[in-house]
């Protein structure tokens, strides 16, 4: 293979030009011939039973095309109760505020909304479930009604794999509530004996709210019946071939009968893996005879989309003197909404002490269902909840021993070949590096400044470490030698975050071609091989592999064919932006578009030049990110302000510089924002009391200070060219940076976030009553 020319160039964005320019088409921005206007009836209960829908005013209406309730599901369609997807529309019960009853499709917006309000729909209430206390209770409430049949998707994000010797230890008293969805338990060696030699131990109780991914574009989809039998269908997700897999599952429709096609997507960070509700707009198009197209409201979305789930973590952990964790032991409770995930809570118990080596655990966890919205990914998911449980812990430990929080985490932070809890060894990681990289920057270096100002203001400065496994593939790709001498590479991903100039450089430096010289093109699952989600930080790690593969592949093609037709050995013959030459002799050569017409033409010499890539799943790569974060705290207001973050992360090869650094900042601001402002309140009757952004606390421009990115490139996995995933870990870290900056700076731990004003406030006055 030539030599990297374009892997590690910082380039900017294939696509910059036609974003700024307004020119891509996203999902609302689809308009066909005739296309009416979806609207879907949400439920104003959050458990109830649907004893009659009356839709016959709202048929009546002028300007109404359809009206469709869970009757005009196709009857042969599998209902399972425990899956968000097949409850598109409530049948017969209601089990979250938001969740449609009843949809139409209309000439206009108006027309629609008026539409809904003459639907007339019958309700006996139920109990509601809405909290961990309730939902536990042997006597409570179902929040499933009826036989569950399997637990539905989200495995893109899944970063380990739990089986049967994974769970082991003592044997837990099995739940009587019948909304405990999923319970693990993993445990190894002796806890009380290792607590029992321990000279620190520290126990507190995290909670981390609900909170939406906060995608600009809300979800939105258009359907348009092609023919009687065949449903074309244009909707923002993160996967076309999961999206297209959920219609069929819970429409009944083979999938040779559904052409997904992926618009551009206006974020997605988990929320949009699937889609939700596409098999509204497809069976309000079937009913109506006219394409329809559904876009969510804002207040729609936060209401009823899928956000990311509460937690409440109980966690106990010790260490000796010198510095050696012994034990941990916690008590995880994920809360599911009405529909179990089936892995997000997994996840978090069974990575909660993978960072670190301690010598015995026993940690269990629980998802449990309440009458809410059901959750989903929101990058790395779970795990900015067990980092900020884990990294305050771990900085506690270090303070009750005198210990250096960098130095402490150094001493114990995981290694390869060390055991993780699912009893796999550690792979090669780069977090003793990140480490390393943090210790020696000069935010660290640095004196700590006074923790009190002249103006009386507080300063603190906190750190932590996270890591995300992510998806694996596998994924698959072609590449095409195209007319005028191009490659077009052809791939069903969803370009999530730009990551189609990533995969451009990798397909460039795998032919040998220049950059400018490639063409990403993304088909429809109709048309492309096997693509993953556009999720668990996959996209570079498992589709960058198949680009690479493909490109190789087209590659020695090219060079066989060449050394045919001069007759030489194919290791005379080498590749530039220029064409295949023979290396003792550039003058003598073949351009890339004579290749294509002597495959192509009249008088072709050989057929078309395709090459063919299909990655297996990857080797696990854990990225590893470590933050360091710098804050003030007005003691008056207990306002937090971010003065300062700096953050170093493991990429294993850094395709794109620019991107990268990106990546880094996004997730980071995500982070400080679960840290101190976002969270979904609901109240006792289970509404949710801030659905607009006027209320749903997100950063500003003016909350984020400026952050300093550090890239690390250490060894691991089997990525292209190096690389590893990039997107979520620093999702991880910086929630428990902040929080651990602002205990330093408060001098008291606060372990309920978002870590508002009003929190710090009581914090800082109920250690001030106590001394």
Not at 265 to 277: D, N
């Amino acid at each position: 293979m030539a030599a990297k020319k374009w892997i590690g160039q910082p380039l900017p964005r294939i696509d910059a030009e036609e974003k700024v320019r307004g020119q891509a088409i996203f999902a609302a921005d689809i308009k066909l011939p005739r296309m009416l206007v979806g609207k879907f009836l949400p439920s104003p209960h959050p458990h109830a039973e649907i004893l009659a829908i009356d839709t016959s005013q709202a048929e009546a209406l002028p300007g109404v095309q359809a009206v469709i309730t869970a009757a005009d599901i196709p009857a042969e369609v599998v209902y399972n109760p425990a899956s968000r997807f097949h409850g598109f529309l409530a049948r017969p019960f209601v089990v979250f505020v938001g969740q449609a009853v009843a949809a139409v499709a209309a000439d206009d917006l108006a027309t629609a909304e008026a539409a809904l309000e003459l639907i007339e729909v019958t309700y006996r209430l139920l109990p509601v479930v809405n909290s961990f206390a309730e939902a536990l209770r042997p006597d409570a409430e179902p929040v499933i009604h009826g036989q569950a049949t399997a637990v539905s998707g989200g495995t893109a994000h899944t970063q380990v794999i739990i089986t049967e010797d994974s769970s082991t230890g003592a044997e837990e008293e099995p739940d009587q509530s019948p909304n405990v969805a999923d319970a693990n338990t993993f445990s190894y060696g002796d806890v009380e004996a290792a607590f029992a030699g321990s000279d620190a131990i520290v126990e507190y109780t995290y909670t981390v709210p609900t909170v939406h991914q906060g995608y600009i574009e809300p979800h939105a989809v258009t359907a348009h019946w092609d023919r009687p039998d065949h449903v074309i269908v244009w909707e923002c997700v993160q996967g076309a071939f999961a999206a297209r897999n959920l219609i069929a599952e819970t429409l009944g429709l083979p999938h040779g009968k559904i052409t997904l096609n992926s618009t551009e997507i206006g974020g997605g960070f988990g929320g949009k893996g699937e889609g939700i509700f596409a098999p509204l707009a497809v069976l309000l198009a079937k009913k109506a005879g006219r394409p329809v197209q559904l876009v969510l409201t804002r207040q729609e979305e936060l209401i009823g989309a899928n956000p990311a789930p509460r937690s409440l973590i109980r966690l106990k952990a010790g260490a000796r003197q010198d510095g050696t964790l012994t034990a941990v032991e916690a008590d995880i409770l994920v809360d599911a909404g009405a529909f179990p995930t089936g892995w997000i809570m997994s996840n978090i118990t069974a990575t909660l002490r993978d960072n670190y080596r301690f010598q015995a655990w026993h940690l269990r966890g629980r998802e449990i269902l309440t009458n809410k919205a059901s959750v989903t990914a929101y990058r790395a998911p779970g795990a900015p909840n067990l980092s900020f449980a884990m990294e305050s812990h771990i900085d506690e430990l270090a303070r009750r021993l005198g210990i250096d929080p960098m130095t402490f985490r150094q001493q114990n932070v995981i290694r390869e070949g060390d055991l993780l809890t699912n009893k796999e060894l550690q792979s090669p990681i780069g977090a003793e590096e990140v480490l390393k990289a943090l210790a020696q920057h000069p935010s660290w270096t640095k004196p700590v400044p006074k923790r009190t100002t002249a103006a009386g203001l507080l300063h603190g400065r906190g750190l932590a470490l996270g890591s995300w496994a992510g998806g694996t593939g596998p994924a698959g790709a072609l590449a095409i030698l195209d007319a005028g001498g191009q490659f077009r590479i052809v791939l069903g991903t969803v370009d999530l975050s730009g990551s189609f100039t990533s995969l451009a450089q990798i397909a460039a430096d795998a032919l040998g071609a220049s950059f400018d010289q490639v063409v990403i093109s993304k088909a429809s699952p109709d048309f492309a091989p096997f693509a993953p989600m556009s999720a668990g930080s996959q996209t570079i790690y498992a589709m960058g592999a198949a680009v690479k593969e493909a490109a190789l592949d087209l590659r020695a093609k090219m060079i066989r064919y060449v050394a045919q037709d001069f007759q030489v050995p194919e290791s005379e013959l080498s590749v530039d932006q220029d064409g295949v030459f023979m290396v003792a002799q550039p003058s003598n050569r073949l351009s890339f578009d004579t290749l294509f017409q002597l495959g192509t033409q009249w008088f072709a010499e050989y057929g078309p030049l395709v090459g063919q890539g299909s990655a297996p799943q990857r080797q696990r790569a854990p990225g590893y990110a470590a933050c360091l974060a710098e804050v003030t705290v007005d003691p008056r207001t207990g306002k937090t302000t971010v003065d300062h973050l700096v953050v170093a992360q493991d990429v294993g090869k850094a395709i794109n510089p620019l991107a990268v650094e990106g990546q880094i900042q996004g997730g980071v601001t995500q982070s400080i924002s679960i840290a101190l402002w976002e969270e979904l309140l609901y109240d006792e009757a289970g509404q949710v009391r801030n659905p607009s952004l006027l209320d749903y606390r997100m950063p500003t421009a003016r909350d984020v200070p400026a952050i300093e990115t550090i890239i690390v490139e250490a060894p691991g996995g089997d990525g292209p060219f190096g690389a590893k995933l990039v997107g979520e870990p620093p999702m991880v870290p910086a929630v428990a940076a902040v929080a651990n900056a602002v205990t330093a700076a408060i001098g008291v731990r606060v372990c309920d976030l978002p870590i508002t004003p009003e929190r710090v406030w009581r914090a800082i006055h109920s250690a001030d009553s106590e001394d």
